[in-house]
């Protein structure tokens, strides 16, 4: 069955970095087209990447543009976000989702990972 | 952006009774490709990882129950419960996936009465 696994969250200082990865299993990585979607103590859902299935195409929210970078290696099964210059408002549970054959449509999403930017 | 907005904020529904969640947004998310709403719904217990419950603003995913079931065109949709479990006790969201961002509506909060 399909499985996410998020690892890397934690707490940094303001201005500080953080390294998510997401390990996948359960189905044809190569194929599918990966997110990361977050969600702030008490609030609700935010999309904030995407990156297409072969990696050609990424795309930022643009709350992150600019300090976040995300990548997906297919022969590793892992999808990777890198946070520079994070902000306290960055604090949130950070997830991972497939796609499904339509473009935005979240089938499957990891567990997730909590960062907390504080000083 | 596309912004989605959701009512009510939260709803308390005593168990068997049906459960309607509305969802709006600021334009229209029907695509002219396919003649398809690009909407889904999700539902996200506490502890636990939003799950799909539907797409297409009317498809169920597979292995959802039939309880659960999704109407609506252009700017104004609705998710609907029939027969309310204890198990439905969830933050429900209304997605769009027409345009980039990709945008939820604030979620509602279902209760039991």
């Known amino acids: 069955q399909v499985q996410l696994v998020e690892s890397g969250g934690g707490l940094v200082k303001p201005g500080g970095s953080l390294r998510l990865s997401c390990a996948a299993s359960g189905f044809t990585f190569s194929d599918y087209d990966m997110y990361w979607i977050r969600q702030a103590p008490g609030k609700g859902l935010e999309w904030i990447s995407y990156i297409y299935r072969i990696g050609t195409a990424i795309y930022y929210a643009d709350s992150v543009e600019g300090r976040f970078t995300l990548s997906k290696d297919n022969d590793k099964k892992s999808l990777n976000l890198q946070m520079d210059s994070l902000r306290v408002e960055d604090s949130a549970v950070y997830f991972c989702?497939?796609?499904?054959?339509?473009?935005?449509?979240?089938?499957?999403w990891g567990q997730g990972a909590l960062v907390t930017v504080s000083s | 952006d596309i912004v989605m907005t959701q009512s009510p904020d939260s709803l308390a529904v005593s168990l068997g009774e049906r459960a309607t969640i509305n969802c709006k947004s600021s334009?229209?998310?029907?695509?002219?490709?396919?003649?398809?709403?690009?909407l889904t719904w999700y539902q996200h217990k506490p502890g636990q990882p939003p799950k799909l419950l539907i797409y297409w603003a009317s498809t169920r995913k597979s292995g959802v129950p039939d309880r659960f079931s999704g109407s609506g065109s252009g700017t104004d949709f609705t998710l609907t419960i029939t027969s309310l479990q204890a198990e439905d006790v969830a933050v429900y969201y209304c997605?769009?996936?027409?345009?980039?961002?990709?945008?939820f509506g604030q979620g509602t909060k279902l209760e039991i009465k």
């Open positions: 997605q769009q996936f027409y345009a980039l961002p990709f945008t």
């Open positions: 334009q229209s998310v029907l695509a002219t490709s396919n003649n398809k709403n690009n």
């Open positions: 989702a497939s796609g499904s054959e339509v473009r935005g449509v979240f089938e499957y």
